[in-house]
C-alpha cells in the first residue's frame, strides 16, 4: 500500500508532482501500543488531579471534605503568597538550568565526536553523572558542599581561595547557585551524548565536501552541524525543559526548598502542600495549574517549531 | 443398602475433616516497619521468627520501609487510599486516628492477661488522640525522652561543667565557641524538624506547663517564651555554625560526630548512631536532661504517642493482636530498646539491670521516672499539630535570619494552634 | 601546515576543554569511590582524609550480602532490561510513524507524549496504585515494568524520531520499490541505519528505569522485589546517614549502567546512519 507519493524524480524530470498523501491505516497500528499503554497508566492519575483539584480535601480535617469547585484556584492565585514566589524560582531554575547544560553539553558532544586516543573512555565517564543513582547524587553533593566535613571547602582552604569555610546550602546568597551546579553536573551529559548520537547521522560527505569547498571549523558549525541537530535540540531541550521544572528530589533533598522558600519551584511546593502536609485538594490544584501552564507552553513551543518536521516531511 | 449408605457416610465425614483440616492453613498478617536500617531489619526479622515459632498457625508478612518517616507515611497513604495498608504499623500518628484508618484496640486489651504489665502513663497518653471516645489505638513500646547530648571532654577542657540552667547554658555555650577553629557551643536544627525542637526548647525554659490557658488562648507567645527564642536564635552564626538555617537531623548529627558543637537536641533514639561514631567512648559523648526552667524545675517536652497500629482492614485482628502482645513481652520489649535507645513500656524491662548500665539510658530513665520532673502539654492530638510546625519552619529561618522578630513568629504560631484547637474542640464536644 | 602548529590546535580545542570536562565529571565520583572504601567513622572525620587511611572493601561486601543488594540488584536488572525492551521497540515504531507519515491525530499524539511528563510522578502515586490493585499488578515487578515504558516512550519516541529523519526518505522508497514489506523496512532497513540514536535512546531509557525510585518504593510492598534505588536508601536513616556503605551501594550500581554504555558507545560512530543512498 503506498501512502506516499513516490519521489519526483522517479516519474519524470522537472515535472513538479502533485504530492498526495493519503493516510492509511498504517501509522495508527505502528502508534496503537503505545496509545493504550499511556490510556492504562495515565487516564485515571490525571482525571483525579482535576478532580481532587475540586475539593476541600486534607488529611488533617478529612470529615470535611467536599466538593468547592475552583475555590482552590482562585486561593492559590489571589491570596497564596508562596505560590507567586515560586514562580520566577522556577522560571529562574528552569532557564538557567536548560540553557547552561544545551551549551555545555553540544561543547561536550563536538569534544567527543573527534577522534583520539581513548575516545571510548572518555565517552562512557562522561556519562556517570547521569548514570549515577539520583539518591546518591543528592547526597553526595550535600558532602560536597557540607560546610565543615564537605569537599568544595577543603579544596578551597588547600588553595588558600578562602579564609572562612562557607555554608553553602545555608547561605541564602549561595543556595541556589550550589543546588544549580549541582543539577548542571547532573545534566550536561544529557545533552552531550543525545546530541552526541545526533552528530553520527550527518553525512562525512557534506562536511569533505565543505572543507573541500574552504570552510572553516565556525562555518561548518553553524551551517552544516546546526541545521542537521535542529531537530534533536528541539526535542532534547523541551523534554529536559519539562523534565528540569518537574525536578523535586535534587532540591528537595538538599534543602527542602529552603531557606525561606529561596529554592522552592511550583512543583516543590506542591508536592510539600499535597504529599508532605495532606492537603491533597490545594496541592491538586496547584498540580493542574503545573499541568495546565506546561500543557500550553509546550503545544505553543511545538507550533513554533512546527512539531519538528524534518526537512522533506 | 447398609453398606452402601456407611460408604457413603465416611467419604461426607471423611471430606468434613480434610476441609476442616485444610482451613486450619496459616493467617496471614502484614506488618510494615518504619525507618528500617540494615541493623534494624535483623532485628525484626528475629523478632518475626521468634513470634513464628511460638504461633505455627500465623504466618507474618513483614516489610522493611527504607528511609526516614516521611517517606514511610507517604508509602502507608498511598497504599491505604486503595485499601492496601498494612494490618500493623508501628508508626502512630493523629491523623491516622481522624481517618479511621486503626481498629480501637480496647476489647483486646482489657481482655489482655499481660495488661497491667505496660506502663499506664503511655497507655493514658494514646488515648489522648481520640478527643471524644479516648479508646487506645496503639499499644505502645517505649517512652523517647529528649535530651541534650553534650560532649563532657570538651567542658572538662573547658573547666566547666554539663549546663543544669539555662543561664548556664548560654554563657557555657559562647564560652566554647571557638570560631577559628570552626567548633560551635551547641548548633541549631534549621533545617526540618526546626519547629518541634525550638517549640519544646521554649517551654522548658519558661517553665509553662500548658500550651492553652483557660480561655483558650496559646501561650506559645507568652513573654517568656519569646525571651527564649530571641535569645536561642540569636546564638546562630555567633555561637552555631551558619549553616545551621538548613539543617535538618543528619546534618546535625554529622556537625555533632564530627566534633564541631558541643551540644546538640535531640531524643535519646539518637544514642545507637552516636556509640557507633565515638566508638562507644562515654567520655566524648553523654546524655544530660534539659536545664532548669526559669521556675526552677527541669521541663521536657510531653512524650509523643506511639506504638503498634492495628488496621481497621485488618482481616485476622486476633492474631494481629497476638502479634502485638509479642511485642510487648518482657524479652522482645528490652531487645527493641536497647537497638533504639527508648525507655520500655514493659514495667518490667524498664528496671532491667542492662538499662543501668548504658549511662544514657540510665539517664533517659531517671529522666522519666524523676518525680521533680515536669512534662509539657505537648497537644499531640491535634491533627494540624505537625502540619502547624511545618508551616513554622521556614518563618524559623527567617527569624534566625532577622527578618522578621520572635514576637512575630511565635504571634502567628499562637494563631494557627487556636485554630487548631477550636475545630479540635468543636468535634470533641458533638 | 606545521606539525607543531596542528598539535597546539588540538591541545587548546580538544584535549584541554575536554581535561576541564572530564575533571568536573569525575572528582564526585572519585569521592564517591575514595569514600566507599574507607569506615564510616573516617567519612565523618572531614575531607581533611581525602585518602582512606586503609582502605577496606568491607563496605561492599557488607551491602552486597547483609543487605540483600544481590536480590535488588537482580530485580533491577529484570525489570530494567525487560522496559527497555518495550520501550525502544515502541519508540522506533512511533518514530518512523511521526517521521514518515502524516496522519490525523499527529500532532495530537505528541502532546499525549508529552501529557506523561507534565507532572511530577509523585502525584499519580495513588490513582495509579488502584489501577494496578484493579489488575491484580500490584506488588509486582510487572507494574513497575508497565510504568516505566509508559513513562520512558514518550522521550525515546521523540528522540527516535529526530534520528530516523535524519535517514533518507529514499532508503524506504528504494526498498519499497524493491518489494520489501512496510514491517521489513523498518526494522530490517530503517532500524539498523538508526542505531547511534537507537543506542542513546536505549542508554537513556535503561538510566531512566535502573534510577527510578518513587514508584518502586510505592509500589512494591515485599522486600524481595524490591529495585536498586530503594536498596540504596536502607543507607539512609531516619539519624544517620551511612555515607560509606551508599557509596559502596552507588559504586555497585553503578556498575552495569557504565558497562553498558561502553559497550554500546561504539556505535556511536558516523557514517552509519547515512551514505547508502545513491542518487
Known amino acids: 500500500m503506498a501512502d506516499i507519493a513516490p519521489a519526483p524524480e522517479l516519474v519524470g524530470g522537472g515535472v513538479r508532482l502533485r504530492r498526495k498523501r493519503k493516510f492509511g491505516w498504517y501509522p495508527y497500528l505502528l502508534i496503537a501500543p503505545t496509545v493504550l499503554l499511556i490510556a492504562f497508566v495515565m487516564a485515571a492519575p490525571l482525571v483525579s488531579v482535576f478532580d481532587l483539584g475540586l475539593q476541600d480535601y486534607s488529611l488533617t480535617h478529612v470529615a470535611d471534605r467536599s466538593y468547592v469547585g475552583l475555590r482552590n484556584i482562585k486561593d492559590i492565585l489571589s491570596k497564596d503568597e508562596v505560590f507567586w514566589t515560586t514562580v520566577p524560582t522556577t522560571i529562574k531554575w528552569v532557564i538557567l538550568e536548560v540553557g547552561l547544560q544545551l551549551?555545555?553539553?553540544?561543547?561536550?558532544?563536538?569534544?567527543?565526536?573527534?577522534?583520539?586516543?581513548?575516545?571510548?573512555?572518555?565517552?562512557?565517564?562522561?556519562?556517570?553523572?547521569?548514570?549515577?543513582?539520583?539518591?546518591?547524587?543528592?547526597?553526595?553533593?550535600?558532602?560536597?558542599?557540607?560546610?565543615?566535613?564537605?569537599?568544595?571547602?577543603?579544596?578551597?582552604?588547600?588553595?588558600?581561595?578562602?579564609?572562612?569555610?562557607?555554608?553553602?546550602?545555608?547561605?541564602?546568597?549561595?543556595?541556589?547557585?550550589?543546588?544549580?551546579?549541582?543539577?548542571?553536573?547532573?545534566?550536561?551529559?544529557?545533552?552531550?551524548?543525545?546530541?552526541?548520537?545526533?552528530?553520527?547521522?550527518?553525512?562525512?560527505?557534506?562536511?569533505?565536501?565543505?572543507?573541500?569547498?574552504?570552510?572553516?571549523?565556525i562555518k561548518r558549525l553553524f551551517y552544516i552541524t546546526l541545521p542537521f541537530l535542529k531537530e534533536a535540540i528541539v526535542f532534547s531541550v523541551l523534554m529536559r525543559a519539562i523534565w528540569e521544572f518537574n525536578n523535586v528530589d535534587l532540591i528537595f533533598t538538599m534543602t527542602n526548598g529552603g531557606p525561606v522558600y529561596l529554592t522552592t519551584t511550583l512543583p516543590i511546593y506542591m508536592m510539600q502542600t499535597a504529599i508532605i502536609n495532606g492537603n491533597y485538594g490545594y496541592g491538586s490544584a496547584l498540580a493542574a495549574i503545573i499541568f495546565t501552564v506546561l500543557f500550553v507552553l509546550t503545544v505553543v513551543y511545538l507550533g513554533l517549531n512546527k512539531f519538528g518536521k524534518a526537512v522533506d516531511e | 443398602m447398609a453398606k452402601k449408605s456407611s460408604i457413603a457416610l465416611a467419604i461426607i465425614l471423611g471430606t468434613i475433616v480434610a476441609v476442616g483440616a485444610f482451613a486450619q492453613t496459616k493467617a496471614t498478617i502484614s506488618f510494615w516497619a518504619a525507618a528500617v536500617t540494615p541493623e534494624r531489619d535483623q532485628f525484626f526479622k528475629s523478632v518475626v521468627a521468634k513470634f513464628e515459632a511460638a504461633n505455627p498457625g500465623i504466618h507474618v508478612d513483614y516489610l522493611s520501609v527504607p528511609g526516614d518517616l516521611t517517606s514511610y507515611r507517604q508509602k502507608w497513604d498511598v497504599a491505604f487510599a486503595a485499601g492496601s495498608d498494612p494490618d500493623i504499623t508501628n508508626d502512630f500518628t493523629a491523623k491516622q486516628v481522624e481517618m479511621g484508618a486503626l481498629e480501637p484496640l480496647d476489647k483486646y486489651f482489657n481482655a489482655w492477661k499481660g495488661k497491667d504489665s505496660v506502663n499506664p502513663a503511655l497507655i493514658a497518653g494514646n488515648r489522648t488522640y481520640d478527643p471524644k471516645n479516648h479508646y487506645l489505638y496503639a499499644l505502645p513500646y517505649s517512652a523517647q525522652p529528649w535530651v541534650m547530648w553534650v560532649r563532657p571532654d570538651w567542658f572538662r577542657k573547658a573547666g566547666l561543667k554539663v549546663p543544669t540552667t539555662w543561664n548556664e547554658f548560654f554563657s557555657d555555650v559562647a564560652k566554647l565557641t571557638d570560631k577559628a577553629n570552626d567548633t560551635y557551643g551547641t548548633s541549631i536544627r534549621g533545617g526540618g524538624g526546626s519547629a518541634n525542637t525550638l517549640e519544646m526548647l521554649m517551654y522548658s525554659y519558661s517553665g509553662i506547663l500548658s500550651y492553652f490557658d483557660e480561655s483558650g488562648k496559646c501561650t506559645i507567645n507568652n513573654p517568656k517564651n519569646v525571651e527564649f527564642v530571641e535569645r536561642y536564635l540569636g546564638l546562630f552564626d555567633v555561637s552555631t555554625p551558619e549553616d545551621d538555617l538548613t539543617k535538618g537531623w543528619t546534618q546535625l548529627a554529622a556537625t555533632f560526630q564530627s566534633g564541631k558543637a558541643a551540644i546538640v537536641i535531640h531524643n535519646l533514639g539518637s544514642a545507637s548512631s552516636h556509640f557507633k561514631a565515638f566508638e562507644g567512648d562515654y567520655s566524648k559523648f553523654q546524655a544530660a536532661p534539659?536545664?532548669?526552667?526559669?521556675?526552677?524545675?527541669?521541663?521536657?517536652?510531653?512524650?509523643?504517642?506511639?506504638?503498634?497500629?492495628?488496621?481497621?482492614?485488618?482481616?485476622?485482628?486476633?492474631?494481629?493482636?497476638?502479634?502485638?502482645?509479642?511485642?510487648?513481652?518482657?524479652?522482645?520489649?528490652?531487645?527493641?530498646?536497647?537497638?533504639?535507645?527508648?525507655?520500655?513500656?514493659n514495667k518490667e524491662a524498664a528496671s532491667a539491670d542492662w538499662i543501668n548500665g548504658l549511662p544514657y539510658m540510665s539517664m533517659g530513665s531517671k529522666l522519666l521516672t524523676s518525680p521533680s520532673t515536669k512534662f509539657s502539654g505537648t497537644p499531640y492530638y491535634l491533627p494540624g499539630y505537625s502540619t502547624i510546625q511545618t508551616q513554622m519552619e521556614p518563618k524559623i529561618q527567617q527569624a534566625m535570619l532577622k527578618q522578621i522578630t520572635a514576637k512575630q513568629l511565635l504571634d502567628e504560631w499562637a494563631q494557627l494552634l487556636e485554630k487548631e484547637k477550636t475545630a479540635y474542640d468543636a468535634k470533641a464536644s458533638k | 601546515m606545521s606539525k607543531p602548529r596542528d598539535f597546539l590546535a588540538r591541545l587548546f580545542t580538544l584535549y584541554l576543554p575536554l581535561t576541564v570536562f572530564l575533571v568536573f565529571v569525575l572528582v564526585p565520583i572519585l569521592w564517591t569511590l575514595l569514600t566507599s572504601l574507607k569506615t564510616e567513622r573516617e567519612v565523618l572525620s572531614g575531607a581533611a582524609h581525602l585518602f582512606p587511611t586503609m582502605p577496606t572493601l568491607g563496605n561492599y561486601a557488607e551491602v552486597w550480602a547483609q543487605g540483600s543488594f544481590s536480590t535488588y540488584f537482580l530485580n533491577s536488572i529484570f525489570v530494567s532490561l525487560t522496559s527497555v525492551i518495550f520501550i525502544s521497540t515502541m519508540s522506533v515504531m512511533n518514530g518512523y510513524a511521526l517521521s514518515r507519515f502524516r496522519f490525523r491525530g499527529k500532532q495530537a499524539f505528541m502532546?499525549?507524549?508529552?501529557?506523561?511528563?507534565?507532572?511530577?510522578?509523585?502525584?499519580?502515586?495513588?490513582?495509579?496504585?488502584?489501577?494496578?490493585?484493579?489488575?491484580?499488578?500490584?506488588?509486582?515487578?510487572?507494574?513497575?515494568?508497565?510504568?516505566?515504558?509508559?513513562?520512558?516512550?514518550?522521550?525515546?519516541?521523540?528522540?527516535?524520531?529526530?534520528?530516523?529523519?535524519?535517514?533518507?526518505?529514499?532508503?524506504?522508497?528504494?526498498?519499497?520499490?524493491?518489494?520489501?514489506s512496510r514491517g521489513t523496512i523498518i526494522f530490517k532497513i530503517v532500524m539498523p541505519l538508526a542505531v547511534p540514536g537507537l543506542v542513546a535512546t536505549a542508554a537513556f531509557a535503561f538510566i531512566g528505569c535502573w534510577n527510578e525510585f518513587i514508584a518502586a518504593f510505592t509500589l512494591i510492598s515485599s522486600n524481595k522485589f524490591f529495585t536498586v534505588p530503594v536498596g540504596l536508601k536502607f543507607m539512609i536513616g531516619e539519624y544517620d546517614v551511612s555515607y560509606a556503605s551508599l557509596a559502596a551501594g552507588s559504586v555497585i550500581a553503578l556498575v552495569p549502567a557504565i558497562l553498558l554504555f561502553a559497550y554500546i558507545q561504539r556505535y556511536l560512530v558516523e557514517g552509519l546512519g547515512s551514505g547508502s543512498v545513491k542518487g
Request: aromatic share 12%; net charge positive; glycine share 6%.
Open chain 1, 103 to 217: 551549551v555545555f553539553g553540544l561543547i561536550v558532544a563536538l569534544l567527543l565526536n573527534r577522534k583520539f586516543p581513548g575516545r571510548g573512555i572518555a565517552r562512557s565517564l562522561m556519562f556517570v553523572p547521569w548514570a549515577v543513582s539520583g539518591v546518591l547524587t543528592t547526597m553526595l553533593w550535600l558532602l560536597i558542599f557540607n560546610q565543615h566535613i564537605g569537599l568544595l571547602n577543603e579544596v578551597l582552604r588547600a588553595l588558600g581561595l578562602s579564609k572562612a569555610p562557607t555554608a553553602w546550602i545555608a547561605n541564602p546568597k549561595t543556595v541556589f547557585g550550589s543546588v544549580a551546579f549541582a543539577e548542571l553536573w547532573r545534566g550536561i551529559p544529557f545533552f552531550a551524548i543525545t546530541l552526541l548520537a545526533a552528530l553520527q547521522t550527518i553525512p562525512p560527505e557534506i562536511n569533505e565536501s565543505c572543507a573541500v569547498d574552504g570552510c572553516g571549523p
Open chain 3, 111 to 180: 502532546i499525549v507524549l508529552l501529557c506523561t511528563q507534565l507532572l511530577p510522578a509523585v502525584i499519580f502515586l495513588v490513582p495509579l496504585f488502584m489501577t494496578f490493585k484493579a489488575f491484580h499488578l500490584i506488588n509486582t515487578p510487572f507494574s513497575l515494568i508497565i510504568f516505566y515504558t509508559a513513562m520512558q516512550a514518550p522521550f525515546s519516541t521523540l528522540l527516535m524520531k529526530g534520528f530516523i529523519s535524519n535517514i533518507p526518505r529514499q532508503i524506504d522508497e528504494a526498498a519499497m520499490i524493491d518489494g520489501a
Open chain 2, 290 to 345: 534539659f536545664p532548669k526552667s526559669v521556675k526552677g524545675y527541669v521541663q521536657h517536652p510531653g512524650l509523643m504517642p506511639l506504638g503498634l497500629t492495628m488496621s481497621k482492614n485488618a482481616k485476622n485482628k486476633d492474631a494481629v493482636w497476638k502479634f502485638m502482645a509479642f511485642y510487648l513481652s518482657k524479652e522482645i520489649n528490652s531487645d527493641y530498646c536497647k537497638l533504639y535507645g527508648e525507655i520500655p513500656a
